[in-house]
């Protein structure tokens, strides 16, 4: 299998995102039963207590036990998320590839671009439009926050940040592209497409309304929840990108063979991206 | 001539059909993860909210809205 591991082919590149994003998926949950868990069972038992208080509450059937919740429901949603996430990766990593030729060598001549660098971008797109950003602008709460009324008003929104977010996101991808076929130097293309990541997302956040609902909880308990689940998010997206990218450029050169220098040596492709 | 269709060629996302499948898949599967609640798991479970249960602490956890 590991010998049909092609990072020039559309299909080994997608399957070996897939998985890489469930090992990555896993491997965010298992960060998250240590760092997570526990302020989810608290904040769990501070909205029991607030239903205990009210004489007429409902209350809800529990169809998935907390142990199966925290065990089993988490890990699946991490590995079948984590998947999912693998196949935007891949496609990501298949958008960016430059063309041959001059346009992906740097100024010195030498080509800059491996597939490891293409996969550490790739990451880094995708992380920015579906963690880093939400997390900004709509960032997580943990269970017992949130009215049910308001439900799809949020999702509608986040929706919207995520797909707004990925798009100035290609956008700026793309000029950098261009910015580099045209041959201006590394500094002044890195801070044009600083400009064109940053103030646009800027302005899309400014011009999205917030959420209705307030949040009742204890701050602290809030945002060591946050700080969990960027955690997590950040880890998954750190071992899928940079263990598809270090498999990914292993393979690269494996299939190129080695370099024949001038002097008879062999030299490795650059390693610097 | 030869950087004129280079730089052409970044402007154009070369993908073949089935990785748009591919990402219509993982995004169904993304919908079912974070945002059913309860359309898909009344077809499959015996409660409509049963994949939304299960999957709840990894919803709020990838910080998606949740009731």
Same mark, same amino acid.
Not at chain 1, 112 to 130: K, P, S
């Given at each position: 299998?590991?010998?049909?591991?092609?990072?020039?082919?559309?299909?080994?590149?997608?399957?070996?995102?897939?998985?890489?994003?469930?090992?990555? @998926?896993?491997?965010?949950?298992?960060?998250?039963?240590?760092?997570?868990?526990?302020?989810?069972?608290?904040?769990?038992?501070?909205?029991?207590?607030?239903?205990?208080?009210?004489? !007429?509450?409902?209350?809800?059937?529990?169809?998935?036990?907390?142990?199966?919740?925290? @065990?089993?429901?988490?890990?699946?949603?991490?590995?079948?998320?984590?998947?999912?996430?693998?196949?935007?990766?891949?496609?990501?990593?298949?958008?960016?590839?430059?063309?041959?030729?001059?346009?992906?060598?740097?100024?010195?001549?030498?080509?800059?671009?491996?597939?490891?660098?293409?996969?550490?971008?790739?990451?880094?797109?995708?992380?920015?439009?579906?963690?880093?950003?939400?997390?900004?602008?709509?960032?997580? !709460?943990?269970?017992?926050?949130?009215?049910?009324?308001?439900?799809?008003?949020?999702?509608?929104?986040?929706?919207?940040?995520?797909?707004?977010?990925?798009?100035?996101?290609?956008?700026?991808?793309?000029?950098? @592209?261009?910015?580099?076929?045209?041959?201006?130097?590394?500094?002044?293309?890195?801070?044009?497409?600083?400009?064109?990541?940053?103030?646009?997302?800027?302005?899309?956040?400014?011009?999205?309304?917030?959420?209705?609902?307030?949040?009742?909880?204890?701050?602290?308990?809030?945002?060591?929840?946050?700080?969990?689940?960027?955690?997590? !998010?950040?880890?998954?997206?750190?071992?899928?990108? /940079?263990?598809? @990218?270090?498999?990914? /450029?292993?393979?690269?050169?494996?299939?190129?063979?080695?370099?024949?220098?001038?002097?008879?040596?062999?030299?490795?492709?650059?390693?610097?991206? | 001539?030869? *950087?004129?269709?280079?730089?052409?060629?970044?402007?154009?996302?070369?993908?073949?059909?089935?990785?748009?499948?591919?990402?219509?898949?993982?995004?169904?599967?993304?919908?079912?993860?974070?945002? %059913?609640?309860?359309?898909? *798991? *009344?077809?499959?479970? *015996?409660?409509?909210?049963?994949?939304?249960?299960?999957?709840? %602490?990894?919803?709020?956890?990838?910080?998606?809205?949740?009731?």
């Amino acid at each position: 299998m590991w010998k049909r591991f092609d990072p020039a082919r559309p299909l080994a590149v997608i399957v070996g995102a897939i998985l890489a994003g469930v090992v990555a @998926g896993l491997a965010a949950s298992v960060l998250l039963t240590f760092t997570a868990e526990p302020v989810i069972d608290r904040a769990i038992a501070l909205e029991e207590s607030h239903h205990a208080s009210e004489p !007429n509450a409902a209350v809800e059937p529990e169809l998935v036990s907390r142990r199966q919740q925290k @065990g089993l429901g988490r890990f699946a949603a991490y590995g079948l998320g984590g998947g999912a996430y693998g196949v935007l990766f891949g496609i990501a990593f298949l958008a960016l590839r430059r063309p041959p030729g001059p346009a992906s060598a740097g100024a010195d001549g030498s080509r800059t671009e491996d597939a490891f660098g293409r996969a550490v971008r790739a990451g880094a797109l995708m992380a920015g439009a579906f963690t880093v950003m939400p997390f900004l602008k709509y960032p997580p !709460n943990p269970p017992g926050v949130g009215d049910p009324a308001t439900l799809a008003e949020r999702q509608w929104k986040y929706l919207a940040l995520i797909f707004l977010s990925l798009v100035v996101l290609a956008g700026a991808a793309r000029l950098s @592209g261009r910015l580099r076929a045209r041959g201006w130097l590394d500094a002044d293309r890195l801070v044009a497409v600083g400009l064109a990541v940053v103030v646009p997302l800027g302005l899309v956040c400014a011009a999205l309304p917030p959420f209705p609902d307030s949040v009742d909880v204890p701050a602290n308990l809030l945002w060591r929840f946050r700080i969990a689940s960027l955690g997590g !998010n950040l880890l998954l997206w750190t071992v899928l990108a /940079v263990g598809f @990218g270090a498999a990914a /450029v292993r393979r690269e050169r494996a299939l190129a063979g080695p370099v024949p220098t001038a002097a008879g040596a062999t030299l490795r492709p650059a390693t610097t991206s | 001539m030869s *950087s004129i269709s280079a730089a052409a060629r970044t402007t154009a996302v070369n993908l073949p059909t089935w990785a748009w499948l591919a990402m219509v898949l993982a995004l169904g599967m993304l919908y079912a993860v974070t945002f %059913d609640t309860g359309f898909l *798991s *009344s077809h499959v479970a *015996s409660s409509s909210m049963y994949l939304h249960e299960l999957f709840h %602490d990894g919803r709020h956890l990838f910080g998606v809205p949740c009731h």
